[in-house]
């Protein structure tokens, strides 16, 4: 009897069928020409697919604006039929949802198009609600260096505004004495939105 018959079994077992006959590819010996189009994903390309392209990996932040004012104090079912209704407006949303511990709610959206939905919803379930973006997504920093000191906060922001800046915020050492003291190097405050 050999170690291959259908009766006995092998001191090394295998997963794969072996009475199965193996099936090969054959290579393709064309060569690609320049008229080849080539097309990463299948079917034509949508327009469509600019805007509900996969979100970062930021949540959306869910506060509750009606009493009680906190996620914290609802029943488990209140929030139940909240993350119920919630995902009957804008789908489902990615694993991850969060509790917080300020009484907030964090909820990790699949695409650019629900984070849109969620930020533009107002109430879910007979609940006021408002919904932010994590400081991350918020704003974006940029750094100047050598601005002069005589340069007070609010003139840089006043002449920045036009270009999106929505916060100036100079960087500072602390002396000796206890006291600040302004350095040359100002942080700028982008909104993204």
Not at 113 to 127: S, T
Not at 173 to 191: A, C, E, H, M, Q
Request: proline content about 7%.
């Amino acid at each position: 009897m050999s170690w291959n018959s259908p009766g006995c079994v092998s001191p090394v077992s295998s997963a794969i069928d072996q009475s199965a006959p193996m099936e090969y590819e054959e290579l393709s010996t064309k060569r690609k020409n320049a008229n080849d189009n080539h097309n990463p994903r299948p079917g034509p390309p949508g327009f469509s697919d600019l805007f509900d392209q996969p979100c970062s990996g930021a949540p959306v932040i869910i506060h509750l604006t009606s009493d009680p004012k906190s996620f914290l104090d609802l029943s488990i079912t209140v929030k139940k039929h909240f993350m119920h209704a919630l995902t009957d407006i804008v789908g489902q949303v990615k694993s991850g949802t969060k509790w917080t511990y300020k009484g907030d709610l964090n909820i990790y959206p699949s695409s650019t198009k629900q984070k849109k939905q969620l930020l533009d919803l107002k109430a879910v379930n007979n609940l006021n609600i408002n919904c932010t973006l994590v400081m991350s997504e918020a704003l974006i920093r940029g750094v100047i260096r050598n601005v002069p000191i005589k340069d007070k906060e609010e003139d840089i922001l006043s002449l920045l505004a036009d270009q999106g800046v929505v916060k100036v915020q100079r960087f500072s050492s602390l002396s000796t004495d206890g006291s600040r003291i302004p350095l040359k190097t100002v942080t700028l405050y982008f909104n993204t939105h």
